[in-house]
Antibody, heavy 126, light 109 residues
Framework: EVQLLESGGGLVQPGGSLRLSCAAS????????MSWVRQAPGKGLEWVSAISGSGGSTYYADSVKGRFTISRDNSKNTLYLQMNSLRAEDTAVYYC???????????????????WGQGTTVTVSS | EIVLTQSPGTLSLSPGERATLSCRAS???????LAWYQQKPGQAPRLLIYGASSRATGIPDRFSGSGSGTDFTLTISRLEPEDFAVYYC??????????FGQGTKLEIK
């Protein structure tokens, strides 16, 4: 069964740090790009960060650039999000999601975020 | 920077009716890079549509997507009770690399 399982959420003070993990199973992890998406209480979805299958390319939303770092360990089938200098506005449920992107010569095909974890809650508060 | 604006914010309909949800982009988006998701309370989002009009695996054919350029539509032909949820459009691109719309809540009238 294809599955993503997040962990590492919790309560942290403003200015603190936290590292989220996302354990993947049931598919060839290194073949897929991965994203982190968050949802603040009562709000919509906000894309946070993405990483290519090899880990060689990373992307960030402006709201987290310079504070968050995405990485992956393909030998452990695990995705990470290191969050530093946390702010109250980072409070949210954080989801990891698999992205199906196929790149062929002269073309790229995007098949969406087709597998999601159940989410892990991060609360930034003093 | 591409911004996705969804309308209406809330749509009140009855089971059996047709639902039409709109997603408008501030700049042209390749239809290949536009997706729709459904989210129910307490659950993770679920992929419905990719490439603007292709249904994801296991999605019923009452869900359909259309559009190009800056205007995209998600249509649910005959609403079932389980379809009442929040729907998001999402683009994949270069600036920013991914963006979600603010969502449309589909509620029972």
């Amino acid at each position: 069964e294809v599955q993503l399982l997040e962990s590492g959420g919790g309560l942290v003070q403003p200015g603190g740090s936290l590292r989220l993990s996302c354990a993947a199973s049931g598919f060839t992890f290194s073949s897929y790009a991965m994203s982190w998406v968050r949802q603040a209480p009562g709000k919509g979805l906000e894309w946070v960060s993405a990483i290519s299958g090899s880990g060689g390319s990373t992307y960030y939303a402006d709201s987290v650039k310079g504070r968050f770092t995405i990485s992956r360990d393909n030998s452990k089938n695990t995705l990470y999000l290191q969050m530093n200098s946390l702010r109250a506005e980072d409070t949210a449920v954080y989801y990891c999601a698999r992205e199906d992107i196929v790149v062929v010569p002269a073309a790229m095909y995007y098949y969406g975020m087709d597998v999601w974890g159940q989410g892990t809650t991060v609360t930034v508060s003093s | 920077e591409i911004v996705l604006t969804q309308s209406p914010g809330t749509l009140s309909l009855s089971p059996g009716e047709r639902a039409t949800l709109s997603c408008r982009a501030s700049q042209s988006v390749s239809s290949s890079y536009l997706a729709w998701y459904q989210q129910k309370p307490g659950q993770a989002p679920r992929l419905l549509i990719y490439g603007a009009s292709s249904r994801a695996t296991g999605i019923p054919d009452r869900f359909s997507g259309s559009g190009s350029g800056t205007d995209f539509t998600l249509t649910i032909s005959r609403l079932e009770p389980e379809d009442f949820a929040v729907y998001y459009c999402q683009q994949y691109g270069s600036s920013p690399p991914r963006t979600f719309g603010q969502g449309t809540k589909l509620e029972i009238k």
